[in-house]
């Protein structure tokens, strides 16, 4: 059961500013500034709609690729909020900074029901490190903080943990319904239960592993970690590009599972080749006569037919990792099979975690056809091995008092210090009341960039 204030739990008033962190980590083609892949922008909208249906001012905040605490124009969110405004179809100001005079002055210029992006929030060092002051400069900028970016829960930065302890926060739709969608592959999964597991690393693995054994009926493993797996087996040699590390830790599965009666079933034939690359020739073997030196790149088609069947009777199926280097043609063909098997499954609950399985779904167009598709990789898999989330940890219980004229935070302590930095630009006396509903800073020069 979900335990964290719901957005809906939220006591809105008309010109109320909600600080929403989203996630808009989006991938671009190549160097053209073109999104590849917009889901995690559309995932974000029924938030956004719901408060500017309730006259809400609505900052929304995120980062994008790496930028290490500087500004760098190849991480702005321009491209993103232009997207957004295509898809919304109303205007987007992005502001030029996420903190400070610039970001004031977008949101002073908001009226009810309106958006304003605030610049990736990266380009300032104390996002990642957690900084209390730039929470508190974020927090400043709102009288309460939603978060709907399930793609960063796994993060404890300041704007996924930090602002909470300034602002009265809640969940989003969507963080609700990825909690809803993992907690039942968890706690009330119907039976047969099958997992899918594929991708490079069997460490990235091994903890969901550990925590669904007991739950699961089945685990069928491809991609990268199969090769692990088989080279703990004596099939491939360790001159085939795996890791040793994770060779130990395929052992220990194996023997854990088989000590425990839960079944790992793995490929029957794979596709190899002699060198990681694109145009290399592949050559479809038996895992039983794999030559030295090969490179695992996909499981062979006796291994797709083979997981079809387990696959077709399955009730509840979750997906993370795909069995093959599926961005190249030539070595799709295994996670290409999976995919579409789960997929026609209309009997069954299916989830598949985020990352480079979403990828894998969106680009075969069967987004529509899984009971869940993840927005997050790396928080997906945190959540499936039963790690608190920071970002969600850090939400106000649905069980506290809802926001109120007098309440700023969950401590009076920092509702008066939050006050104080709203207020120490201007001069105006300290004392224990909410900022007034007009907000920001009227006095402050500066402009948001009108998308």
């Known amino acids: ?31 053209t500034g073109q999104i590849s892949d917009d889901s995690r922008i559309v995932e974000s909208i029924p938030t956004i709609e719901y408060l ?10 995120s980062h994008i690729g790496r930028p290490h605490g500087r500004r760098d124009d190849r991480y702005s969110l321009t491209p993103v909020a232009l997207r957004l405004s295509e898809i919304m179809q109303r205007p987007i100001a992005l502001a030029s900074d996420c903190v400070g005079v610039e970001a004031e002055a977008a949101i002073s210029d908001m009226s009810p029901g309106r958006i304003v992006m605030l610049e990736n929030l990266r380009f300032h060092i104390g996002e990642e490190s957690n900084d209390r002051d730039f929470a508190l400069r974020l927090a ?16 404890s930065h300041a704007s996924t943990a930090g602002v909470t302890e300034f602002l009265p926060s809640a969940a989003g739709f969507l963080i609700e319904s990825e909690v809803r969608a993992l907690d039942g592959v968890i706690h009330t999964p119907e039976h047969p239960y099958v997992i899918v597991m594929g991708g490079a690393k069997v460490s990235d693995k091994v903890p969901v592993i550990d925590r669904l054994a007991d739950i699961a009926d089945v685990f069928l493993i491809g991609g990268g970690m199969a090769a692990s797996f088989l080279c703990a087996q004596g099939k491939l040699s360790y001159d085939s ?10 052992l220990r599965v194996l023997d854990r599972t088989r000590a425990d009666g839960v079944e790992i079933v793995l490929p029957r034939d794979i596709v190899v080749c002699d060198s990681f690359d694109e145009s290399a020739a592949p050559d479809t073997i038996c895992v039983d006569s794999i030559p030295r030196g090969r490179i695992v790149m996909d499981i062979g088609p006796r291994t797709v037919r ?15 990792g795909p069995m093959g280097v599926f961005e190249w043609q030539q070595f799709s063909y295994g996670t290409r099979g999976v995919a579409r098997t789960i997929a026609s499954l209309d009997d069954a609950f299916t989830v598949t975690g985020g990352g480079s399985t979403a990828d894998v779904v969106q680009s075969l167009g069967l987004k529509n056809a899984f009971s869940h598709v993840s927005t997050g990789g790396g928080a997906a898999l945190e959540y499936l091995e039963g790690r608190e989330l920071p970002g969600i940890a850090a939400l106000d219980d649905s069980c506290s008092p809802k926001i109120t004229d007098v309440e700023v935070s969950r401590h009076p302590r920092e509702r008066r210090t939050l006050y104080n930095y709203r207020h120490s630009r201007e001069g105006r006396p300290s004392h224990n009341h909410r900022h007034s509903r007009e907000g920001g800073n009227p006095g402050v020069d500066g402009r948001s960039t009108r998308l």
């Open 1 to 31: 059961m979900f335990r964290k204030r719901s957005v809906r739990d939220l006591d809105i008033a008309p010109g109320d500013r909600a600080l929403v962190r989203v996630d808009y980590n989006v991938t671009f083609v190549g160097d």
């Open 52 to 61: 500017l249906e309730r006259g809400c001012r609505v900052i929304l905040c």
């Open 140 to 155: 400043s900028l709102a009288d309460f903080y939603v978060n709907d970016g399930f793609g960063v829960a796994h993060r």
């Open 241 to 250: 590009g795996v890791d040793l590390d994770d060779v130990e830790l395929a």
């Open 306 to 320: 083979l997981y079809q069947k387990r696959l077709e009777n399955a009730r509840t199926v979750v997906w993370n």
